[in-house]
């Protein structure tokens, strides 16, 4: 079975940094895309950056400049590095990805989500 775990949420200040990490887990063939989205209170989920297999990354217009997606296959995870941080980036950020298990056919995986809070 297929399991994306996130870490690296928190509270920070307003132009402060934080880390996002995703680990896939589980009888895993292959990763192709994984990405990252965010749902702030009220709104609906968006996508913020996607990295293909072979390292060729997307961004929202929104975090272009401050956000930087990246992964490392051996390791099946992806990561987010968030700089310059906004109140407005403050959501619960998931991470996506489509896997193909050993067992099963090609399928988009969600993590639980984790909170980042960008606050003075």
């Known amino acids: 079975q297929v399991q994306l775990v996130e870490s690296g949420g928190g509270l920070v200040q307003p132009g402060g940094s934080l880390r996002l990490s995703c680990a896939a887990s589980g009888f895993i063939f292959t990763i192709n895309a994984m990405g990252w989205y965010r749902q702030a209170p009220g709104k609906q989920r968006e996508l913020v950056a996607t990295v293909t297999s072979g390292g060729s990354s997307t961004y929202a217009d929104s975090v272009k400049g401050r956000f930087t997606i990246s992964r490392d296959n051996a390791k099946n995870t992806v990561y987010l590095q968030m700089n310059s941080l906004k109140p407005e980036d403050t959501a619960v950020y998931y991470c996506?990805?489509?896997?193909?298990?050993?067992?099963?056919?090609?399928?988009?995986?969600w993590g639980q989500g984790t909170r980042v809070t960008v606050s003075s």
């Open positions: 996506n990805a489509n896997i193909q298990g050993w067992t099963t056919h090609l399928s988009n995986y």
